[in-house]
């Protein structure tokens, strides 16, 4: 059976070389289906949203926890290699984030609304040049949290069951978590779930973007202040850390106004404008979380070592 090292190397070493490809059967995908068809039934079969929430977020983290157990009890190191490669995003965020730079480059911000839209859960039909670069960079620093460290956090914690149950937990907010009349009692748990799932990689990744801005040639300084001056409270305090950590890395401020469904929220301000939300930060941003994923992948590898010492 492989280690958990060659588990991290190939898994990692797979994500850099093929993002998402689309002929490979995704979980998220099947767990996206689970939700939707999951919260038709039991919106229909209990007459409580709240309850019929709780019981979408035990069924779904539960079962895609037993299918990863299963799975890798089956196929063993390769299996897990396989599913903790489907939890990291390193290389498509990256690719997709590179498109809307591209299109921004080229002057066409038909397209790169078009294109960000692919990345950002806000509206962007109305997004100015300097709002585009704003929600890239946003979702830059989350996706570096919810789609590279947290998966690799929770390897380490439980293995590729635990990777896996993270991104059920994760993309049951992503879809059912929302603070609109719809979901505000139905996706309560999957909101409060994902809360508590991200609080310790958070903090960790608040020291990972720190590093990789210093080696990146950034200012480490800048985004360890920033990331506990203006990410570590708030509405956000999970991606506000991250967030915080790249405005100061790349000296500018996010947050703001972003529109849900024509609906304005307000975001905290984080970080100092101490240089412009041009295009150029996009590219910046992007070699930020290249280091920031090496930095993660090989923090948990480190751990995984140290977890297989006989003590």
């Not at 960000?116 to 300097?130: A, F, W």
């Not at 590219?283 to 994923?293: D, F, G, H, M, P």
């Amino acid at each position: 059976m492989l280690s958990d090292v060659t588990v991290l190397a190939a898994a990692y070493s797979a994500d850099l070389a093929l993002g998402d490809p689309p002929w490979l059967p995704h979980p998220v995908r099947g767990m996206g289906l689970g939700i939707a068809w999951g919260e038709r039934a039991l919106r229909r079969l209990l007459p409580w949203d709240r309850l019929a929430g709780i019981v979408l977020v035990l069924l779904v983290v539960g079962a895609s926890t037993w299918l990863g157990w299963w799975l890798t009890a089956l196929g063993g190191g390769m299996a897990a290699a396989v599913l903790l490669f489907t939890c990291l995003s390193t290389r498509d965020l990256a690719r997709e984030s590179w498109q809307v730079l591209k299109a921004l480059e080229a002057d066409d911000l038909p397209l790169a609304r078009q294109r960000v839209g692919r990345i950002v859960g806000r509206d962007t039909d109305q997004l100015d040049r300097l709002e585009i670069v704003r929600a890239t960079l946003e979702t830059i620093a989350e996706s570096t949290l919810d789609g590279i460290l947290s998966p690799l956090f929770y390897f380490v914690v439980a293995g590729a069951p635990g990777a896996i149950a993270y991104k059920a937990i994760n993309t049951l907010d992503s879809m059912i978590g929302h603070r609109s009349a719809r979901y505000l009692r139905f996706g309560w748990a999957a909101a409060a779930l994902d809360t508590g799932a991200n609080w310790l990689p958070a903090r960790w990744s608040a020291v990972v973007l720190t590093l990789a801005a210093g080696v990146c040639g950034y200012s480490a300084r800048a985004s360890w202040r920033t990331a506990w001056r203006d990410g570590s409270h708030g509405t956000v305090p999970n991606a506000g850390l991250p967030e915080g950590a790249l405005a100061g890395a790349l000296g500018v401020r996010l947050g703001g106004v972003n529109r849900y469904q024509g609906r304005p929220v307000t975001m905290p301000f984080l970080g100092d404008a101490r240089r412009g939300l041009e295009p150029a930060r996009i590219r910046e941003a992007i070699r930020l979380l290249y280091a920031a994923s090496l930095i993660g992948w090989a923090s948990a590898t480190g751990a995984v070592l140290v977890k297989s010492l006989p003590w």
